[in-house]
C-alpha cells in the first residue's frame, strides 16, 4: 500500500511541473505511516526532486485491489536541511 502510494505522490508532484521531478519518496522519514482499511496517511514523509529533500505529507486511499488509487491529497513542505537528511539516512535514491 504504501509503495503504491509513493508511485502516487510522485506522479501528482511530476505534474505540478515547474521544476519538479521526484526520484523516491520515504513514507516514514519523520514519523509512521498510518494504515487504517485502506488509507495510508504519511504526515511525516519526504520526497526527494533533483539534488534536494523536502518534507511531504499525503494521505491516499485505494481501491478494493489495494493496486489503485481512489483519492489522493497531498502538501510539499520546506526543504529538509542537510544535517537533518544524514540523521535520518536519507541519502540518494535507489
Given at each position: 500500500?504504501?509503495?503504491?502510494?509513493g508511485?502516487?505522490?510522485?506522479?501528482?508532484?511530476?505534474?505540478?511541473?515547474?521544476?519538479?521531478?521526484?526520484?523516491?519518496?520515504?513514507?516514514?522519514?519523520?514519523?509512521?505511516?498510518?494504515?487504517?482499511?485502506?488509507?495510508v496517511?504519511?504526515?511525516?514523509?519526504?520526497?526527494?526532486?533533483?539534488?534536494?529533500?523536502?518534507?511531504?505529507?499525503?494521505?491516499?486511499?485505494l481501491?478494493?485491489?489495494?493496486?489503485?488509487?481512489?483519492?489522493?491529497?497531498?502538501?510539499?513542505?520546506?526543504?529538509?536541511?542537510?544535517?537533518?537528511?544524514?540523521?535520518?539516512?536519507?541519502?540518494?535514491?535507489?
Amino acid at each position: 500500500r504504501e509503495q503504491v502510494c509513493g508511485i502516487e505522490a510522485m506522479e501528482q508532484i511530476t505534474r505540478l511541473g515547474s521544476g519538479w521531478s521526484p526520484e523516491c519518496v520515504v513514507s516514514d522519514a519523520f514519523a509512521e505511516t498510518r494504515l487504517k482499511g485502506s488509507t495510508v496517511t504519511a504526515q511525516g514523509a519526504a520526497v526527494m526532486s533533483g539534488p534536494q529533500w523536502y518534507r511531504l505529507e499525503y494521505r491516499c486511499t485505494l481501491g478494493a485491489d489495494l493496486a489503485s488509487v481512489t483519492a489522493f491529497r497531498f502538501r510539499i513542505g520546506d526543504v529538509i536541511a542537510i544535517a537533518d537528511r544524514d540523521r535520518l539516512g536519507l541519502g540518494s535514491c535507489m
